[in-house]
């Protein structure tokens, strides 16, 4: 009697083992191919021969990643690291984990016939972006500029209606739009030739890392090996799911977005040691001559926020 009182306890243990670990990931962003890690390891399967099931929740302009992961409602999130900085400094408790892009592919969309040619042209002009880009604040300090801001409404119809237009935008995906709209092909004043050289990352909250570490784990080396799969294999399960994730995916637009992560290296790193092995890779150098220069610049407080404090490599391969 007593064996079988115990039965259903010890089934419902063995269930529960053999459930996968979910954990639910806020996208920055509509999907797109900015998250082509994401969606192959989810199409091919990799996600869950780690034991996880993997959500996916979609972003947009209104998304609030930072948010979402420091109160728990998300565990993972993607996000820009110099934004999750300035947030970590505020006392959220957050910690970037791996590199969605070794650079941020945020920048200025100009006009090809444009005379702006160098970021010090950009002094008085009006720019389309977000308020508070903190990739813009850096060029005001750096150069000294002087610029108009114009809200941002993640359309490039201002842009194309304004040959003198300047707007922020995605290196991976604005062109293709702009030129599919009948414009030219656009110059792009990029991050990196600035010296800002900032990820796309991965967050999670301190909580979530402190109690789930073998997930998190787990779910690294998962992504890392579908980003992998997705630049150096066939790129099509990722697309067909984010076809199905976001109706506006065309297979031209995919094919163009996944080209330019490739030849600017994105994910693998436009360094002397870039490769596939960078793939997911954070430098703790980065950050930290990063950190001084947001602090010299005045976008950080001194010591509000370190390297040690504001990232880890322990949840990488």
Same mark, same amino acid.
Request: proline residues 7%; neutral net charge.
């Given at each position: ?278 793939? %997911?890779? =954070?430098? *703790?150098?980065?950050? #930290? @001559?990063?950190? /001084?220069?947001?602090? !010299?610049? %005045?976008? =950080?407080? *001194?010591?509000?926020? #370190? @390297?040690?404090? /504001?990232?880890?490599? !322990?949840?990488?391969?």
């Amino acid at each position: 009697m007593k064996t079988l009182l115990w039965l259903p306890l010890l089934l419902g243990a063995v269930l529960a083992a053999d459930q996968p670990a979910r954990i639910t990931v806020q996208l920055d962003w509509v999907p797109e191919p900015e998250h082509g890690g994401f969606y192959q390891a989810q199409a091919k399967g990799y996600f869950r021969e780690e034991g996880l099931e993997v959500i996916l929740l979609p972003g947009g302009p209104g998304a609030q990643v930072v948010p979402s992961v420091a109160t728990g409602k998300a565990d993972v999130g993607q996000a820009d690291d110099i934004s999750t900085l300035l947030q970590q400094a505020e006392g959220l408790p957050l910690v970037q984990f791996a590199a969605v892009f070794q650079d941020d592919p945020s920048g200025i969309l100009v006009h090809a016939d444009s005379p702006v040619r160098r970021f010090e042209d950009l002094q008085g002009k009006t720019i389309i972006a977000r308020p508070g880009w903190p990739f813009l604040e850096f060029l005001k300090r750096k150069y000294g500029l002087t610029v108009n801001v114009v809200a941002q409404n993640f359309s490039s119809a201002a842009f194309l209606g304004n040959k003198e237009a300047l707007q922020q935008g995605y290196y991976i995906a604005e062109p293709f739009h702009i030129t599919q709209a009948g414009g030219k092909m656009p110059r792009f004043l990029s991050t990196w030739d600035a010296g800002f050289r900032g990820y796309a990352v991965l967050i999670t909250n301190r909580r979530f890392a402190r109690e789930r570490p073998a997930d998190l784990r787990a779910f690294t080396r998962a992504y890392i090996r579908g980003w992998r799969d997705y630049l150096e294999g066939d790129p099509s399960p990722a697309h067909a799911a984010l076809k199905q994730a976001n109706a506006q995916n065309t297979d031209a637009f995919m094919d163009f977005s996944r080209r330019m992560i490739l030849e600017e290296k994105l994910v693998t790193g436009r360094d002397a040691d870039g490769g596939p092995a960078k793939v %997911g890779r =954070l430098d *703790p150098a980065r950050y #930290t @001559a990063q950190i /001084a220069k947001l602090e !010299e610049l %005045g976008l =950080l407080k *001194p010591g509000k926020v #370190t @390297a040690a404090t /504001a990232l880890t490599t !322990e949840f990488l391969p």
